[in-house]
């Protein structure tokens, strides 16, 4: 299959592309700096050069291919207004996206986060939340699974709050990140929260195989790592810089806050099953002890 691929240079996007051009598929990439151009042709793709917000180049790589992987998503979570405009700007790929598969039957792999439910794991059969600060999120995705009745093979991977490789990544990256400007590794609230994890080139598999053969209007679970208590994350991140652990206000979290003072943990026994995918990887925990002082 030919994929369109956004965020092929990100954490997740990077072993996305490898994956895909490990087996067999040729890999579109969007790129949007001459630095992004040159890691993505490096690493055999082929690339289309623009950003999110050039919707016209995004329908140019629908044209151009058999399949969708959309992954790309600003990174600057620096405050509420910019965490919104990062959203929409998702959102008006995705609908771009969406449109112009109507009618093709060819399959867009979108990702979403794990919902939370509360008591006990969510899984793939919960919706994902529409409301909050990511809720936007939540509505392009079900706006974009909902296609599977207009002739589009459009699927959802929901990943956990940490998605990582070499130590870094997702929220625990962000933890990471704050501890180094704060000099404490800080967790919100008692720390007994759980958050799911799982390991870049586990997910990047899953993405593969959703790709490949999930039905029209499905979303799946990327976990692995069904909760880590994140005093526990905190612990091990502290220890590595060589820094105290203590508990810190929500608010040192930005927009974030109130996403990370929540229990949230999450299982994947449904598409494991299902799709016979099995992550390999090193866990959470594990891979935190890759972080260099
Ligand atoms: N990592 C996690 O733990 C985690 C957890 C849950 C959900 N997710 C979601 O999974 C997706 C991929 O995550 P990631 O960790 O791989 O992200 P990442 O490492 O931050 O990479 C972001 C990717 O998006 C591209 N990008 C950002 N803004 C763009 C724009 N305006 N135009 C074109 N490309 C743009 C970046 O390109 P450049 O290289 O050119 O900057 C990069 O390839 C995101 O939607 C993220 O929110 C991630």
Redesign the pocket.
């Known amino acids: 299959m030919r994929v369109f691929v956004?965020?092929?240079?990100?954490?997740?996007?990077?072993p996305v592309v490898a994956e895909l051009l490990n087996h067999g598929h040729t890999v579109l990439a969007?790129?949007?700096?001459e630095?992004?151009d040159h890691?993505l042709k490096g690493a055999g793709a082929q690339t289309l050069r623009?950003?999110?917000?050039?919707l016209d180049v995004l329908r140019a790589g629908v044209a151009e291919s058999d399949g969708v992987i959309?992954?790309?998503?600003?990174?600057d979570y620096s405050s509420a207004e910019a965490l919104a405009q990062?959203i929409a700007?998702?959102a008006a790929?995705l609908a771009v996206l969406g449109e112009e598969l109507v009618g093709s039957d060819r399959p867009i792999v979108t990702?979403?986060?794990?919902p939370w439910v509360p008591g006990r794991p969510s899984t793939e059969a919960d919706p994902v939340p529409t409301d909050g600060p990511v809720g936007g999120?939540g509505r392009s995705v079900t706006a974009l699974l909902a296609l599977a009745s207009r002739g589009v093979r459009a699927t959802a991977v929901?990943?956990?709050?940490?998605?990582?490789n070499e130590g870094q990544?997702?929220?625990?990256?962000l933890l990471t990140d704050q501890a180094r400007r704060a000099g404490v590794s800080g967790y919100p609230g008692d720390g007994t929260q759980r958050w799911p994890?799982?390991h870049?080139l586990d997910a990047a598999v899953l993405f593969r195989l959703v790709l490949e053969s999930a039905p029209a209007g499905t979303a799946w679970h990327a976990v692995d790592d069904e909760g880590d208590a994140v005093r526990d994350i905190a612990a091990v991140i502290g220890r590595r810089l060589g820094l105290p652990v203590e508990s810190v206000p929500e608010e040192t979290f930005g927009p974030f806050g109130p996403i990370f003072a929540m229990d949230q943990p999450a299982s994947s026994a449904y598409t494991r099953d299902t799709l016979s995918w099995e992550p390999k990887h090193p866990s959470l925990l594990e891979d935190l002890e890759n972080i260099q002082p």
Not at 6 to 14: L, Q
């Open positions: 956004t965020g092929g240079t990100g954490t997740i996007g990077a969007l790129a949007r700096s630095e992004s890691a623009g950003s999110l917000t050039d959309s992954l790309a998503f600003g990174r990062g700007e998702e790929a990702v979403s986060g794990t999120r929901r990943l956990p709050r940490t998605v990582h990544g997702g929220f625990a990256g994890a799982v870049a």
